[in-house]
């Protein structure tokens, strides 16, 4: 009797490759050069001014000649067309900016940007007491500053920094302040928890001390103007609550 014929299974269409599935991972050699390639790339993209071979050399600790190499290769991958930006070198150093065939576009663009985001010291001062002891009252804010504030006020109220959350329940009824999404935006905050706290502005104090600085610098200011306002709030509740208690 025939035995009838075993029909082997089709291959399945699109099926990985077997070499792929044994494709040996990155040497540490390679992760390295990598590793440098992307270190370079971000030096020159935050420097102004173009650096040299030898500056960045030093600046990562390594040597000048595979620096030098990486500057050569970032410099062909960024002249391909799908890239925006270039890395050119100019007056002896490398230096990454935008392409001359898109200047115009560029431009055009820019001028339809907001103007950067200014604030006067006083400003910062109220806005840091905003942000920290929100919702804050404007005269709570003049108390701590120590003088008047309704023009600071009104201005980061136009730039939509601050806005009204209804009003404190006290004689006079007066507005509470609080900050806004656009603050958050501005100041690169995912929350107001991702505020800096008083430990992380005293070590920036003592760093500018260690430093020789002799004037206060912004943010040391706006420290001091977030802890007092801190230390005249808890006064003012207690305050509050010791009135409400009834007298024998």
């Known amino acids: 009797m025939k035995q009838p014929e075993v029909q082997s299974a089709p291959e399945t269409e699109g099926a990985i490759p077997e070499e792929l599935l044994h494709e040996s991972p990155l040497s540490a050699a390679d992760s390295a050069g990598a590793q440098l390639k992307a270190l370079v790339e971000a030096v020159i993209y935050i420097t102004d001014e173009p650096l040299s071979a030898d500056q960045i050399a030093i600046a990562l600790g390594q040597p000048a000649e595979k620096v030098g190499r990486v500057l ?13 930006l270039t890395v050119r070198e100019i007056a002896g150093g490398y230096k990454m900016s935008t392409k001359p065939e898109h200047h115009e576009a560029i431009r055009a663009f820019v ?45 980061l109220l136009d730039r939509k920094l601050i806005a009204t959350s209804g009003r404190k329940q006290v004689v006079g009824k007066p507005i509470l302040y609080k900050t806004t999404k ?11 928890s991702e505020l800096p706290t008083l430990k992380e502005f005293e070590e920036l104090s003592r760093l500018s001390v260690s430093e020789g600085d002799s004037e206060p610098e912004p943010v040391e200011r706006a420290e001091a103007a977030a802890d007092e306002a801190s230390t005249e709030h808890d006064s003012e509740r207690e305050a509050e609550s010791s009135e409400q208690i009834p007298k024998e």
């Open 72 to 84: 050569e290769e970032l410099t062909a991958e960024y002249n391909k067309p799908e890239h925006g």
């Open 111 to 155: 001028k339809n940007l907001k103007p950067a985001l200014k604030l006067s010291l006083a400003a910062l001062e109220t806005l840091a007491l905003i942000a920290y002891k929100q919702p804050i009252t404007a005269p709570e804010v003049m108390d701590v500053r120590g003088v008047q504030g309704a023009g600071v006020l009104k201005t």
């Open 182 to 192: 656009e603050f958050l935006v501005q100041f690169g905050l995912k929350d107001l």
